[in-house]
């Protein structure tokens, strides 16, 4: 008998836990022998990312809103009748989760501790992760960090836990990369990426480059609510016309492939993608050393175990908001030979993150909760 596994996810619209579920898919053709595969996508939006045409796409119409979207997927799971379902994403892990009626996974894509606001929302938010996660059959944690934030501080059993990071695509990232740039950028030039919002901590890194005695540019890709602080905050420091905020950037593959260095200034991650994305293209990394991802990938080993500016085996971390840690470890990797050696590093540590590799894991886990 054929089994039907149904996966859930907000929507595809941009987003990198958006681009995984479009990976997931997109190369899962061989389990089409034993599964047919469906996708529940939560709230009618355009989308960014395209899955393959054999998956049974059923678009819902949550509306953003958490009781539409239980109420939408309940319909959808009566349905349909899946045998498995997995989700994506907060609110659909919820919907999942309360409307199971067979095994149920959820995949955590960021540090649930880190990820809600403060005050009352954010408190409601995590009292109900708390109330509903442990129920799940089990739970996919994109780094060890999350998986530890989910056990200590959400009531998951260790036993119903695993974690599988993102997969990183470099194939079709170099493909993407050899495209023509949409930005030019004269001479040398770091560059980080992300919305343009507080927990990505652009403000450090700009205070830490404008400190370096440097003639490269910072250029720092996204768009978002800081926009207008962060350009204030470049000309109070002296260092706007070596600063480039060019926004969303469509494609920044080529972008990141001509950069001479790839930071990660955050406060807070799940997994951080463009960061991998980075070093699958072979370029240099610094990171800040925050929860969740960035020591499990430039380390090998928990947070917990660094401190301080590290040289790790595979990039630079730095301890998270420490402007002169940043600026030291920007300074380090101006000399030509650090650059080279953390390159040709992180171009082969890239290598784990494979999509077959962490399709595998995924698939793993459903015929698991399945047997």
């Avoid at 050899?178 to 004269?186: F, L, N």
């Avoid at 207008?228 to 990141?256: D, H, Q, S, W």
């Avoid at 960035?294 to 998270?320: F, K, M, N, Y």
Wanted: charged share 25%; net charge positive; hydrophobic share 45%.
């Amino acid at each position: 008998m054929r089994r039907r596994v149904l996966f859930l996810i907000n929507s595809l619209e941009g987003g990198g836990a958006e681009r995984v579920m479009s990976t997931l898919l997109r190369h899962s053709a061989a389990e089409r022998d034993g599964y047919d595969i469906l996708l529940g996508l939560l709230d009618d939006l355009p989308a960014a990312y395209s899955v393959p045409d054999w998956v049974d796409v059923r678009q819902l119409d949550g509306r953003r809103s958490f009781l539409s979207s239980v109420m939408s997927v309940r319909r959808l799971v009566a349905d349909v009748r899946p045998h498995a379902t997995l989700s994506f994403l907060t609110r659909s892990n919820m919907a999942n989760v309360l409307n199971a009626r067979a095994p149920c996974v959820i995949s955590e894509r960021a540090n649930t501790s880190a990820h809600f606001p403060a005050g009352p929302r954010g408190a409601l938010s995590r009292a109900m992760v708390r109330a509903v996660y442990p129920r799940a059959t089990r739970v996919i944690a994109v780094s060890e960090g999350v998986a530890e934030d989910l056990r200590d501080n959400f009531g998951v059993r260790a036993d119903r836990m695993v974690a599988i990071p993102n997969p990183v695509d470099a194939n079709a990232i170099r493909a993407k990369a050899a495209e023509p740039s949409a930005i030019g950028v004269d001479g040398p030039y770091i560059l980080a990426a992300g919305r343009l919002v507080k927990s990505k901590n652009f403000s450090m890194l700009i205070r830490a480059f404008a400190s370096t005695d440097s003639d490269w540019t910072l250029v720092i890709a996204g768009e978002g609510p800081e926009r207008e602080a962060l350009t204030r905050l470049a000309a109070e420091c002296g260092a706007a016309k070596r600063i480039l905020l060019p926004g969303f950037v469509t494609n920044p593959y080529p972008l990141m492939r001509a950069a001479d260095v790839f930071v990660l200034s955050s406060n807070a991650e799940g997994f951080p993608n463009a960061l991998v994305e980075a070093m699958a293209l072979g370029i240099p990394v610094i990171a800040t050393n925050c929860a969740s991802g960035p020591s499990e990938i430039l380390a090998e080993g928990p947070r917990a175990q660094i401190g301080g500016l590290t040289l790790a085996r595979h990039g630079i971390l730095v301890d998270p908001n420490a402007v002169e840690q940043m600026s030291e470890a920007i300074s380090r990797m101006r000399d030509p030979d650090v650059r080279r050696t953390y390159g040709a590093k992180a171009a082969v540590r890239a290598q784990v993150y494979s999509p077959e590799s962490v399709k595998d894991r995924y698939w793993a886990v459903i015929r698991e909760v399945l047997a």
